[in-house]
């Protein structure tokens, strides 16, 4: 935690405050829950939900500053997945990361409500990003069948499509949200 302040705090210096911050690391992969390490599943949610936490609560105080200062709202915009909405085969650790960073928004949300913080995340689907190569290996015995139920019929988003939707929501289109989660998947959830 430390080291995330120091970090937070070195890019609020260099860039003469914070107003816009998005927590996008994330990390995961398929197993049989029987079969997760205990390593593997704290590595997860300590990079997917309590990175999340961490870098929000150092930049809070800055997103603050830059709201007293100059009346701008900052916004938190945090990374969660359709696996955090609905659950997947074979990724406890991930989903249940995923479902902790939808319900810390909520929550980061409701708090800093009117007080010159938005936050809200994005829900994305299958996106063409270095994280689904870590998905691509599937536990052995796994059920083919169930992969498709998870599956987009149509292609994965382009990192661009979904950074566009970053760049919405924390920009002055966005200023009536907070606390939703957008849901950017192909169809998976609907």
């Known amino acids: 935690a430390s080291a995330v302040?120091?970090?937070v705090d070195k890019a609020a210096k260099a860039l003469g405050g914070l107003d816009i911050v998005c927590n996008i690391a994330g990390i995961g992969h398929f197993a049989n829950s029987h079969e997760e390490t205990p390593e593997w599943f704290d590595r997860i949610v300590s990079v997917n939900l309590n990175g999340t936490f961490y870098v929000s609560r150092y930049a809070l105080p800055?997103?603050?500053?830059t709201h007293q200062q100059t009346g701008?709202?900052?916004?938190?915009v945090n990374t969660a997945s359709t696996s955090g909405l609905m659950g997947a085969p074979w990724s406890a650790a991930y989903c249940a990361s995923k479902g902790g960073v939808v319900n810390?928004?909520?929550?980061?949300?409701?708090e800093y409500r009117g007080k010159g913080v938005r936050v809200n995340a994005i829900a994305p689907g299958g996106t063409n990003t270095n994280i689904v190569t870590s998905f691509m290996n599937l536990p052995e015995g796994a059920d083919y069948k169930l992969m498709g139920k998870i599956m987009t019929p149509m292609d994965q988003a382009e990192p661009?499509?979904?950074a566009n939707l970053f760049a919405f929501i924390a920009s002055n289109e966005g200023r009536y949200m907070t606390g939703s989660i957008v849901v950017l998947d192909g169809g998976i959830t609907c």
């Not at 800055?62 to 500053?65: A, C, D, N, T």
């Not at 701008?72 to 938190?76: A, N, T």
């Open 5 to 7: 302040q120091k970090v």
């Open 62 to 65: 800055h997103l603050l500053k």
């Open 72 to 76: 701008i709202d900052g916004v938190i």
């Open 104 to 110: 810390l928004t909520r929550a980061l949300a409701y």
């Open 160 to 162: 661009d499509e979904m």
